[in-house]
């Protein structure tokens, strides 16, 4: 399959996963262009299927694959509960299968494998933090289609896409801890105004006009922030303005 990678070729694929991360918009766009590039990297005659498995709470997911037949492979063994993929995610260890059809560990699944023209596999773990496991899946058409320099060239690889990953979905985890902020804020800042409002109109207390502004919300049904812009708007006389907070 593929040679020994030269540190040249090591520092490229390290370069590009850095760029996957900066540039995709999301994890599962990294994770589809992961997918297709693992592919073509570990594969130079594009022989090799492969695919992604996320394993979230005991539940395993195929979250991206270089084409659309490997998805079918993986959920055959997530039907049967036993595989290399899944032993993969779940014991952390690399799991090769030379010929899928003198495979004893996992008989059932390797032999829908064999029929569906799979003749090797090759499941290596992605090391994730938090909750989450993960694998990078190759699928051979031939049986022994994985030496042991292509083995150890697959770890190293799963061992650079899997800082890769975690950087990715570290980045996600904070841009999405600084909307949720965002929208807290903005939330915050309406139902403020609203109560300053009401303040001035009734010339009453901060928790008077809260409690206005509550019984306001249970009386309709409708969110208090909800509620906080139409007040903000009412005395803006304006029923399109807007409260901002800036992070």
């Known amino acids: 399959m593929a040679r020994k990678p030269s540190s040249q070729r090591t520092n490229h694929v390290a370069d590009y996963l850095q760029d996957l991360v900066l540039e995709c918009s999301d ?3 990294l994770l589809s262009e992961l997918a297709i590039f693992s592919a073509s990297t570990l594969s130079p005659g594009n022989s090799l299927m492969c695919s992604v498995t996320l394993m979230r709470r005991k539940k395993p997911t195929t979250v991206a694959t270089n084409e ?5 492979l ?3 063994q997530y039907g049967y509960g036993e595989g290399p993929c899944l032993a993969a995610v779940q014991d952390l260890a ?3 299968v030379p010929h899928v059809r003198d495979e004893t560990r996992w008989r059932r ?13 090759l499941a290596v773990p992605l090391l994730l933090e938090g909750e989450a496991n993960a694998a990078l899946n190759l699928y051979s058409p031939g049986p022994h289609g994985f030496s042991g320099e292509d083995i150890e060239n697959a770890e190293t690889y799963a061992g650079q896409a899997s800082k890769a990953i975690r950087l990715a979905v570290r980045i996600a985890q904070l841009t999405e801890d600084r909307k949720h902020l965002t929208a807290a804020m903005e939330s915050r800042t309406t139902i403020d105004t609203a109560v300053g409002a009401i303040m001035a109109q009734n010339r009453c207390s901060q928790d008077s006009a809260m409690k206005i502004l ?4 249970s ?8 509620v906080a812009a139409t007040v903000v708007a009412s005395v803006a006389q304006d029923a399109t303005v807007l409260t901002h907070f800036d992070a």
């Open 214 to 217: 509550k019984i306001a919300s």
């Open 74 to 76: 993986d959920e055959l």
């Open 109 to 121: 699944y390797c032999t829908a494998a064999w029929a569906e023209g799979i003749g090797s596999i």
């Open 94 to 96: 690399t799991m090769h």
């Open 219 to 226: 009386t309709r049904n409708i969110k208090l922030h909800d």
């Open 68 to 72: 659309p037949h490997v998805r079918a």
């Open 27 to 29: 994890v599962d766009e």
